[in-house]
């Protein structure tokens, strides 16, 4: 056997590890499930192309609708991973989403970026972005999905995620505003257990973005830097944080970055006493999953 395909190249535990012939392995596959009805909620789900140059596509939510002309708010999700794990497809986002979107009677659409690192930041960033032009091309009733013409209502977008997802819908909401996208109206983001940088180096994230310094010199990941802040697009932020989580302090830096700042938005603030990072994938059962995803129907409800 050649040494090649044994030898560690990169060691990123418990994410991902790099042979020295390229080959990548992670240390956790989460699982996927099929789109189709859910009983339970009566929530159904599809999956859709968003571009066929690059093979990304997404899965769209739509709960029961009790009229045919019925309009509803559109939840853009990216989900979490680390950039490199994880699915618009996963068994856990998808639990999640079907939850939200019964209980808050709106659409949700999760967009299937490509993952770090066969394919290197920032192309889950660009792909992402691309998910929201996607949708904003549905403004006329006239866009390629019937869900989205029929039933979205486009003056009430909401952008979603946790974890690196949270970064990545902070992101296309800064690229939204700062590129005048008018087709849509993106009325709040849902910062969920945000992933940014800190001083020190991330050598996982320089690995997966070449060229990236991999701390918060990075616009990508500190906020504060980017001169672009200003014209995030959304008039309401909902920052949410875990006591136990170790991104915690990065989220309550980012709200008071939002809050200081000279965007133009109000910016709320949530913790869940007592929780780690992203409880509310890893442990739907807790107690403490009710009152967060109360708080971000309400949030969505009183835009």
């Known amino acids: 056997m050649d ?4 030898e560690i190249a990169h060691d990123f535990p418990p994410y991902f590890k790099v042979y ?21 909620t009566g929530v159904q789900s599809k999956d859709v192309m968003i571009s066929p140059e690059t093979g990304v ?3 769209i939510f739509l709960p029961k609708i009790n009229s045919p002309g019925q309009k509803l708010p559109l939840l853009v999700h990216y989900h979490g991973g680390a ?36 394919h290197p930041l920032p192309i889950a960033y660009d792909d992402s972005w691309a998910g929201l032009q996607w949708v904003a091309a549905h403004f006329n ?37 700062a590129t005048k996208l008018a087709s849509i109206k993106i009325h709040g983001l ?3 257990h945000p992933f940014f940088g800190a001083k020190e180096p991330d050598e996982m994230y320089k690995y997966m973005c070449p060229g990236s310094s991999g701390s918060d010199d990075d616009p990508k990941l500190n906020p504060a830097a980017d001169p672009n802040l200003k014209n995030m697009a959304g008039d309401r932020v909902l920052v949410c944080v875990a006591e136990k989580d170790g991104l915690r302090n990065r989220g ?32 739907p059962d807790s107690e403490k999953v009710g009152p967060l995803i109360e708080k971000m129907i309400h949030f969505i409800n009183n835009a």
């Open 3 to 6: 040494s090649s395909e044994s």
């Open 20 to 40: 020295k012939d390229g080959r990548v392995e992670r240390y956790r596959v989460f699982p996927s499930v099929e789109a189709g009805l859910d009983p339970t």
């Open 57 to 59: 596509k997404a899965r």
């Open 83 to 118: 950039f490199c794990l994880g699915s618009a497809f996963g068994v856990m986002f998808n639990n999640f989403l079907t939850s939200l979107v019964s209980q808050a009677n709106i659409i949700a659409i999760s967009v299937d970026y490509r993952l770090a690192p066969e």
């Open 141 to 177: 009733g006239l866009g390629p999905e019937p869900w989205l013409n029929d039933h979205a209502d486009l003056g009430r977008v909401f952008l979603a995620g946790e974890s690196a997802g949270a970064n990545i819908a902070h992101y296309v909401a800064v690229q939204a505003g």
């Open 190 to 192: 849902l910062i969920v």
């Open 252 to 283: 309550v830096a980012y709200y008071e970055t939002l809050a200081k700042s000279e965007w133009d938005g109000h910016v709320e603030f949530y913790e869940t006493s007592g929780e780690d990072h992203c409880f509310h994938m890893f442990r």
